[in-house]
């Protein structure tokens, strides 16, 4: 009786996610055999009941695009007949499945067509969005410039999350995220970004602009240092991030001159070298809060002192005085862990790998340090309860090393400054 009541709860249905399965039936095709349809009186009977109840919507990559094509439709024109149906929707969350294996191919291809018309008149109807996310579109032609028309209409003063990655295969300027008076976070990736649509985020309210690159990003250029410029100048409280995600190989764009506040390679694939941290400390030392190489690396990482990056890491904190949150994957000795919590004067979240942490005490006697605190390195070194009980002292909390599992569940915020001026 109890789950009975609750399936009428309206919180129950606040945040809804379609997929391949749900609301279908199954019918046999001559060609392709038992297939799971959509079933539209059944998806006809749940909006009506349910549409009004709903606030997030969420469409995650389907194998079946008819199904997707027929929910759209659907919930459209009921919409038409009773506005109250998605009347209360504030979030739509929408990743187009562009990946298809073909033996042992990969195809990669983007929507279009009916999919995307029919989805623009549904974006169209969302006069309450707050949140929208659109991923791995990869659009061609002017689809991508006329995507975001109808929100630019419905949402132009609502909208304040806006996230974009690959909404086209290729370098297209797209301007509708700089009409959005309110926006406070932008996520974009690259191809999509230029120095017209940064003119126009620098008179908006934008607090975070995240430039994202992933497997499908293939094009993408450095923007003129000169707009960068002017863009921080009349928008100084704009925190920029650069990251990469999921199994992408290829390098960050650097921006130069931009109030870069974060570096994060959310990647296995992604190697962190000597000469990336040099240009890393070369552009962005004066405003780069956090740095971070998150997953579970799947490269092969040196043991030697000389391959590793330890001087660089050590070289990294001490040239960036306001970097406060550090994550690191590669491998590197007790004394780096200690040297680097030592020399960062303002680093109060740091992340290791207890398996990438070597015990050594392979650091060479630096001129520049006392006889006494030589010994109390190579101490200190000598094991992981000496190190993580002198890092904990420093740093003001019982810190340890972290397990490979929760290193791969570490979420890094980027978004809260934590300086009154950043």
Same mark, same amino acid.
């Given at each position: 009786m109890t789950w009975r009541r609750a399936f009428y709860f309206?919180?129950?249905?606040?945040?809804?996610?379609?997929?391949?399965?749900?609301?279908?039936?199954?019918?046999?095709?001559?060609?392709?055999?038992?297939? $799971?349809?959509?079933?539209?009186?059944?998806?006809?009977?749940?909006?009506?009941?349910?549409?009004?109840?709903?606030?997030?919507?969420?469409?995650?990559?389907?194998?079946?695009?008819?199904?997707?094509?027929?929910?759209?439709?659907?919930?459209?024109?009921?919409?038409?007949?009773?506005?109250?149906?998605?009347?209360?929707?504030?979030?739509?969350?929408?990743?187009?499945?562009?990946?298809?294996?073909?033996?042992?191919?990969?195809?990669?291809?983007?929507?279009?067509?009916?999919?995307?018309?029919?989805?623009?008149?549904?974006?169209?109807?969302?006069?309450?969005?707050?949140?929208?996310?659109?991923?791995?579109?990869?659009?061609?032609?002017?689809?991508?410039?006329?995507l975001l028309e109808d929100v630019c209409t419905t949402c132009?003063?609502?909208?304040?999350?806006?996230?974009?990655?690959?909404?086209?295969?290729?370098?297209?300027?797209?301007?509708?995220?700089?009409?959005?008076?309110?926006? $406070?976070?932008?996520?974009?990736?690259?191809?999509?970004?230029?120095?017209?649509?940064?003119?126009?985020?620098?008179?908006?309210?934008?607090?975070?602009?995240?430039?994202?690159?992933?497997?499908?990003?293939?094009?993408?250029?450095?923007?003129?240092?000169?707009?960068?410029?002017?863009?921080?100048?009349?928008?100084?409280?704009?925190?920029?991030?650069?990251?990469?995600?999921?199994?992408?190989?290829?390098?960050?764009?650097?921006?130069?001159?931009?109030?870069?506040?974060?570096?994060?390679?959310?990647?296995?694939?992604?190697?962190?070298?000597?000469?990336?941290?040099?240009?890393?400390?070369?552009?962005?030392?004066?405003?780069?809060?956090?740095?971070?190489?998150?997953?579970?690396?799947?490269?092969?990482?040196?043991?030697?002192?000389?391959?590793?990056?330890?001087?660089?890491?050590?070289?990294?904190?001490?040239?960036?005085?306001?970097?406060?949150?550090?994550?690191?994957?590669?491998?590197?000795?007790?004394?780096?862990?200690?040297?680097?919590?030592?020399?960062?004067?303002n680093l109060h979240f740091f992340y290791i790998r207890r398996?990438?942490?070597?015990?050594?005490?392979?650091?060479?006697?630096?001129?520049?340090?006392?006889?006494?605190?030589?010994?109390?390195?190579?101490?200190?070194?000598?094991?992981?309860?000496?190190?993580?009980?002198?890092?904990?002292?420093?740093?003001?909390?019982?810190?340890?090393?972290?397990?490979?599992?929760?290193?791969?569940?570490?979420?890094?915020?980027?978004?809260?400054?934590?300086?009154?001026?950043?």
């Open positions: 309206p919180r129950v249905w606040y945040t809804f996610l379609l997929h391949d399965e749900l609301l279908t039936k199954r019918k046999f095709n001559y060609y392709s055999g038992w297939q $799971k349809l959509l079933d539209h009186f059944r998806a006809t009977i749940f909006l009506n009941k349910k549409g009004k109840h709903i606030r997030t919507l969420i469409f995650q990559p389907m194998s079946n695009l008819f199904n997707l094509y027929e929910f759209l439709n659907i919930s459209f024109y009921l919409n038409l007949k009773d506005p109250s149906i998605l009347e209360n929707v504030h979030t739509l969350r929408f990743h187009f499945s562009c990946h298809v294996a073909e033996r042992s191919e990969e195809v990669v291809f983007g929507t279009g067509g009916l999919m995307l018309s029919m989805f623009k008149r549904v974006l169209g109807i969302l006069s309450g969005l707050k949140t929208l996310e659109l991923r791995d579109l990869l659009l061609e032609g002017a689809d991508g410039f006329e132009c003063e609502t909208l304040q999350t806006l996230i974009l990655i690959n909404i086209t295969k290729h370098g297209q300027t797209l301007l509708h995220p700089g009409v959005f008076i309110n926006i $406070k976070k932008l996520v974009i990736s690259p191809q999509n970004l230029s120095e017209d649509l940064l003119e126009l985020l620098g008179d908006t309210t934008l607090r975070n602009l995240l430039i994202v690159q992933n497997k499908y990003t293939e094009h993408g250029r450095a923007l003129c240092y000169k707009v960068w410029k002017k863009c921080r100048k009349q928008n100084p409280k704009l925190r920029v991030h650069l990251c990469t995600e999921g199994n992408t190989k290829t390098e960050i764009i650097w921006q130069q001159c931009a109030p870069v506040k974060s570096i994060v390679y959310d990647s296995p694939n992604t190697r962190v070298t000597t000469p990336l941290m040099i240009a890393i400390i070369t552009l962005y030392k004066h405003d780069l809060e956090v740095f971070a190489s998150t997953q579970l690396p799947r490269f092969y990482m040196p043991r030697s002192f000389h391959d590793r990056i330890d001087s660089a890491l050590l070289l990294l904190v001490r040239q960036c005085p306001y970097i406060h949150t550090l994550a690191v994957r590669e491998k590197v000795s007790t004394a780096t862990v200690l040297l680097l919590t030592y020399s960062a004067k398996n990438a942490i070597l015990l050594k005490a392979d650091w060479p006697m630096n001129p520049d340090w006392t006889p006494e605190f030589y010994t109390w390195l190579c101490k200190s070194a000598q094991s992981y309860e000496a190190m993580e009980q002198e890092v904990s002292q420093i740093l003001g909390y019982r810190w340890q090393a972290l397990t490979d599992k929760q290193y791969k569940n570490l979420k890094i915020d980027l978004e809260k400054p934590t300086y009154m001026y950043s």
